[in-house]
């Protein structure tokens, strides 16, 4: 019986292929697919605080208040707008660094990529309060550099106009470690005999950019784009640690607007229908990102 | 040779496996949700009287829960209930901890320092008993002890008392005869000051952050207009409970006037702390920065280690006086000094649901009784909280008073009473009052349009007029019907009863 399974299942790769797979699926199904799923299902039910033990389905009532709800939509505008204020920079800071970088010797290189990684590895909480001194509207360290400028302090997060802005700012100054990383790795793959050849046809620096570098990178910036677009989308600790979402919900992202509704107001369906909406729009933009991107990649 | 070794190897194995079982069989776990870090002095403490408690009594074990802020507490306390998966002791006052009964009322105010005048003579005998009253609340398990006295935030600020003697204001005049907006502002005049010449102010009166501009500045106006004790009681501070409509816009609007002037006007309060945390204010005050902040009296805990860290030359800054203040009051004719509340705080024993069965429950049971126990007394005397007398007199025969039998007619007076009439607080009358519909959009109100409304308009976005007109429109707008008719009458009867009940039984205790 044993050598039956032993000849039948033992040395078949794909016994231990499914093996090996189970453990991962086996996570991913109690940690992401089952609350994924109960979130889907909490979307349809009229679920709080108050009646926890006994929520009861009302179709697609949780959705229709979200979507009439002129907040929530302000919440979708905040992130649009952040996201079109931090994904350009995301993939034009990293790139410029990279670029930069790929001049230098590589114990140098390594350095620099080190250095901007690390605040990477600093807790959000620090990097969030780090942040928050620096751009501290009444004791900040950008307003102390201004007044050393002559140039007139700022209200940053404290202001319902620039509150934003500065969420913005924050993000350009301080997360592009990853993709510097990524960046610089895919430029050390494109081979050296392209540019030697551009540069026998005496082509310019800006054209051997445009022609080689940039189409070669076009996976590592697509897969860039994706992380940043489903990232600022989901952006949170700013408006949890700085601005609580304010002033004015000047800085009301979507997930801060999720946050406040399941734990502040109690709403957990409609909470998580929130969160299914949102789940919707990352998908569709990252197709389209795909759609637009994907179709020029040079693998 | 080798069976020998394989049949050792699995008897051990099996050994270890069966006493890992009973051991693990034989341990009752007590849950026990609790505000506190264990890295605070009174964390600390009580994570040694927790301890002391598993070493005297094996196979139990108490799992502490961290709660987090007040607010995640509270969150993950009511998360945690209505997914049938309660701790069997938190920590909190009655209402905290969504108890229908009469809890979190007024309390011995012996030994704190709130003058009578807050209080009359009945409510100032009726404190006793509505101390008991706190401890055991029928079908919901029993609230252990009231051994925390916590005068609420709302009614309160925690003021520099260094700033105000400095500025000609005497603190203990404050406290025994109360003061008005109109001497606040003067006090406002003196203290915001530019310390270092910069021509920017280093000293203010407040920062108007979340929810200080709504303690400082929005309640003395609105919360000290004289109102009837049901209106007083039902913690719902905007609308009337009767009509579902806001109440007082006219004073709301006031108040809102007031704060705008506070922070553009006068200039007393910076419009760039707006998105400032109540961390950001409770360490700006400990710089010395401010001279009130609204936290309750626990802060006072922080502000002592504060100093004992400057006096020990642990931390910079300056040694700092702080004491409680009664919030300051409109002067003018409809309106008083705004009363103190007091709360009671204990560890509350909730029913367990679904039951653990007798033995967790004894287990249960001896744990309370242990961390009520007398020898721990000095400490927290030594740490401001109830005299001993109380606690003692608490724990013994209120705590445990259905449990104990007692003979005392007093008492058996209120656990009959507890008992079987489980009357709801008149906070929980109000959200029985209100529908459903209604009382979740006024929730979101608060949270999408006077929050917003406040902080646009201390950010200088908004003026009062345009800014209470938003919060105005927007509670207009909420569904209607706001009131459940059917019950209101029941409510109002009950309400009624309750004052009279009141009354009653504070003759008990003369």
Same mark, same amino acid.
């Given at each position: 019986?044993?050598?039956?399974?032993?000849?039948?299942?033992?040395?078949?790769?794909?016994?231990?292929?499914?093996?090996?797979?189970?453990?991962?699926?086996?996570?991913?199904?109690?940690?992401?697919?089952?609350?994924?799923?109960?979130?889907?299902?909490?979307?349809?039910?009229?679920?709080?605080?108050?009646?926890?033990?006994?929520?009861?389905?009302?179709?697609?009532?949780?959705?229709?208040?979200?979507?009439?709800?002129?907040?929530?939509?302000?919440?979708?505008?905040?992130?649009?707008?952040?996201?079109?204020?931090?994904?350009?920079?995301?993939?034009?800071?990293?790139?410029?660094?990279?670029?930069?970088?790929?001049?230098?010797?590589?114990?140098?290189?390594?350095?620099?990529?080190?250095?901007?990684?690390?605040?990477?590895?600093?807790?959000?909480?620090?990097?969030?309060?780090?942040?928050?001194?620096?751009?501290?509207?009444?004791?900040?360290?950008?307003?102390?550099?201004?007044?050393?400028?002559?140039?007139?302090?700022?209200?940053?997060?404290?202001?319902?106009?620039?509150?934003?802005?500065?969420?913005?700012?924050?993000?350009?100054?301080?997360?592009?470690?990853?993709?510097?990383?990524?960046?610089?790795?895919?430029?050390?793959?494109?081979?050296?005999?392209?540019?030697?050849?551009?540069?026998?046809?005496?082509?310019?620096?800006?054209?051997?950019?445009?022609?080689?570098?940039?189409?070669?990178?076009?996976?590592?910036?697509?897969?860039?784009?994706?992380?940043?677009?489903?990232?600022?989308?989901?952006?949170?600790?700013?408006?949890?640690?700085?601005?609580?979402?304010?002033?004015?919900?000047?800085?009301?992202?979507?997930?801060?607007?999720?946050?406040?509704?399941?734990?502040?107001?109690?709403?957990?369906?409609?909470?998580?229908?929130?969160?299914?909406?949102?789940?919707?729009?990352?998908?569709?933009?990252?197709?389209?990102?795909?759609?637009?991107?994907?179709?020029?990649?040079?693998? | 040779?080798?069976?020998?070794?394989?049949? $050792?190897?699995?008897?051990?194995?099996?050994?270890?496996?069966?006493?890992?079982?009973?051991?693990?069989?034989?341990?009752?776990?007590?849950?026990?949700?609790?505000?506190?870090?264990?890295?605070?002095?009174?964390?600390?403490?009580?994570?040694?009287?927790?301890?002391?408690?598993?070493?005297?009594?094996?196979?139990?074990? $108490?799992?502490?829960?961290?709660?987090?802020?007040?607010?995640?507490?509270?969150?993950?306390?009511?998360?945690?209930?209505?997914?049938?998966?309660?701790?069997?002791?938190?920590?909190?006052?009655?209402?905290?901890?969504? %108890?229908?009964?009469?809890?979190?009322?007024?309390?011995?105010?012996?030994?704190?320092?709130?003058?009578?005048?807050?209080?009359?003579?009945?409510?100032?005998?009726?404190?006793?008993?509505?101390?008991?009253?706190?401890?055991?609340?029928?079908?919901?398990?029993?609230? %252990?002890?009231?051994?925390?006295?916590?005068?609420?935030?709302?009614?309160?600020?925690?003021?520099?008392?260094?700033?105000?003697?400095?500025?000609?204001?005497?603190?203990?005049?404050?406290?025994?005869?109360?003061?008005?907006?109109?001497?606040?502002?003067?006090?406002?005049?003196?203290?915001?000051?530019?310390?270092?010449?910069?021509?920017?102010?280093?000293?203010?009166?407040?920062?108007?952050?979340?929810?200080?501009?709504?303690?400082?500045?929005?309640?003395?106006?609105?919360?000290?207009?004289?109102?009837?004790?049901?209106?007083?009681?039902?913690?719902?501070?905007?609308?009337?409970?009767?009509?579902?409509?806001?109440?007082?816009?006219?004073?709301?609007?006031?108040?809102?006037?007031?704060?705008?002037?506070?922070?553009?006007?006068?200039?007393?309060?910076?419009?760039?702390?707006?998105?400032?945390?109540?961390?950001?204010?409770?360490?700006?005050?400990?710089?010395?920065?401010?001279?009130?902040?609204?936290?309750?009296?626990?802060?006072?805990?922080? $502000?002592?280690?504060?100093?004992?860290?400057?006096?020990?030359?642990?931390?910079?800054?300056?040694?700092?006086?702080?004491?409680?203040?009664?919030?300051?009051?409109?002067?003018?004719?409809?309106?008083?000094?705004?009363?103190?509340?007091?709360?009671?705080?204990?560890?509350?024993?909730?029913?367990?649901?679904?039951?653990?069965?007798?033995?967790?429950?004894?287990?249960?049971?001896?744990?309370?009784?242990?961390?009520?126990?007398?020898?721990?007394?000095?400490?927290?005397?030594?740490?401001?909280?109830?005299?001993?007398?109380?606690?003692?007199?608490?724990?013994?025969?209120?705590?445990?008073?259905?449990?104990?039998?007692?003979?005392?007619?007093?008492?058996?007076?209120?656990?009959?009473?507890?008992?079987?009439?489980?009357?709801?607080?008149?906070?929980?009358?109000?959200?029985?009052?209100?529908?459903?519909?209604?009382?979740?959009?006024?929730?979101?109100?608060?949270?999408?349009?006077?929050?917003?409304?406040?902080?646009?308009?201390?950010?200088?976005?908004?003026?009062?007029?345009?800014?209470?007109?938003?919060?105005?429109?927007?509670?207009?707008?909420?569904?209607?019907?706001? $009131?459940?008719?059917?019950?209101?009458?029941?409510?109002?009867?009950?309400?009624?009863?309750?004052?009279?009940?009141?009354?009653?039984?504070?003759?008990?205790?003369?």
């Amino acid at each position: 019986m044993f050598k039956l399974i032993k000849r039948n299942y033992v040395y078949n790769e794909w016994f231990w292929a499914y093996v090996f797979l189970a453990v991962d699926l086996a996570w991913s199904t109690l940690f992401l697919f089952y609350p994924m799923i109960k979130g889907v299902i909490y979307s349809f039910q009229d679920i709080q605080l108050q009646n926890i033990s006994n929520p009861h389905f009302i179709g697609f009532k949780n959705y229709i208040n979200v979507l009439t709800d002129p907040d929530w939509w302000h919440s979708v505008k905040i992130s649009a707008l952040y996201t079109l204020g931090v994904v350009p920079m995301g993939i034009i800071i990293p790139l410029t660094i990279s670029l930069l970088l790929a001049h230098f010797r590589r114990s140098i290189r390594d350095f620099f990529k080190a250095a901007f990684y690390l605040p990477g590895v600093v807790s959000a909480v620090v990097m969030a309060m780090t942040l928050k001194w620096i751009f501290d509207p009444m004791a900040g360290f950008m307003n102390w550099l201004f007044s050393l400028l002559g140039l007139p302090t700022q209200l940053w997060y404290s202001g319902t106009s620039e509150a934003l802005f500065t969420l913005i700012l924050m993000n350009w100054l301080s997360s592009h470690g990853f993709n510097i990383l990524l960046y610089s790795a895919a430029l050390d793959r494109i081979p050296k005999s392209l540019y030697e050849a551009a540069e026998i046809d005496a082509a310019s620096s800006w054209r051997r950019f445009w022609k080689i570098t940039w189409p070669l990178l076009k996976p590592t910036t697509l897969y860039v784009l994706i992380t940043s677009v489903i990232g600022s989308f989901q952006a949170f600790g700013g408006a949890f640690f700085i601005t609580h979402g304010g002033p004015m919900k000047a800085t009301e992202f979507l997930n801060y607007r999720i946050y406040v509704t399941f734990y502040q107001f109690g709403q957990y369906g409609i909470a998580a229908a929130m969160s299914v909406l949102l789940m919707l729009m990352v998908i569709a933009v990252s197709l389209l990102n795909f759609k637009i991107m994907g179709s020029e990649v040079e693998y | 040779m080798k069976r020998s070794l394989g049949i $050792v190897v699995a008897l051990l194995l099996a050994l270890v496996i069966m006493s890992s079982a009973l051991v693990f069989a034989s341990t009752d776990t007590i849950t026990a949700l609790l505000p506190f870090r264990p890295n605070t002095p009174f964390g600390a403490y009580l994570g040694q009287v927790f301890n002391l408690f598993e070493q005297t009594h094996p196979g139990v074990k $108490v799992k502490w829960i961290s709660g987090g802020s007040w607010g995640d507490y509270i969150k993950k306390l009511g998360t945690m209930l209505g997914a049938r998966q309660g701790p069997d002791v938190a920590y909190g006052n009655a209402n905290y901890l969504f %108890v229908p009964g009469r809890g979190a009322g007024l309390a011995s105010a012996d030994s704190l320092t709130i003058p009578d005048k807050y209080f009359t003579k009945d409510e100032r005998l009726g404190m006793g008993a509505a101390v008991i009253g706190s401890l055991s609340i029928p079908g919901r398990g029993i609230v %252990v002890w009231p051994w925390h006295l916590y005068i609420g935030g709302i009614s309160t600020m925690i003021a520099n008392e260094d700033m105000l003697r400095e500025a000609g204001f005497d603190p203990n005049n404050i406290r025994k005869n109360g003061w008005t907006t109109k001497q606040f502002l003067e006090l406002g005049s003196k203290v915001v000051k530019d310390l270092n010449g910069d021509g920017k102010p280093d000293r203010w009166l407040f920062y108007p952050v979340n929810s200080d501009h709504m303690r400082i500045g929005i309640f003395p106006i609105y919360l000290s207009k004289k109102r009837p004790l049901e209106e007083q009681w039902t913690l719902d501070y905007f609308f009337d409970t009767r009509t579902g409509k806001l109440k007082d816009p006219e004073l709301l609007h006031q108040a809102f006037q007031y704060l705008y002037d506070l922070v553009h006007k006068y200039k007393y309060a910076p419009a760039a702390a707006v998105s400032k945390s109540m961390g950001d204010a409770s360490d700006a005050f400990l710089r010395g920065e401010l001279a009130f902040v609204a936290n309750g009296p626990d802060y006072l805990s922080t $502000v002592k280690e504060h100093n004992r860290l400057v006096l020990e030359g642990l931390r910079k800054g300056k040694v700092i006086h702080a004491g409680v203040i009664p919030m300051p009051y409109l002067d003018a004719p409809d309106h008083e000094a705004i009363r103190p509340g007091l709360a009671v705080y204990g560890f509350y024993n909730f029913k367990q649901n679904p039951y653990k069965g007798d033995e967790h429950t004894k287990h249960v049971m001896e744990f309370c009784d242990f961390i009520t126990n007398i020898t721990f007394q000095p400490i927290l005397a030594a740490e401001g909280f109830m005299s001993p007398d109380r606690r003692l007199f608490a724990t013994r025969y209120a705590m445990a008073a259905n449990l104990y039998n007692t003979n005392d007619p007093s008492i058996r007076y209120w656990l009959n009473d507890m008992r079987n009439n489980a009357l709801p607080s008149f906070s929980q009358y109000a959200c029985v009052g209100f529908t459903k519909a209604f009382r979740d959009a006024k929730g979101k109100w608060f949270g999408d349009s006077f929050i917003p409304a406040l902080e646009g308009m201390i950010a200088g976005k908004l003026s009062a007029d345009e800014a209470f007109n938003r919060v105005k429109v927007a509670a207009e707008k909420l569904p209607y019907p706001r $009131v459940n008719k059917d019950k209101l009458p029941a409510i109002i009867k009950s309400i009624n009863q309750l004052v009279e009940e009141e009354k009653e039984e504070s003759k008990m205790f003369k």
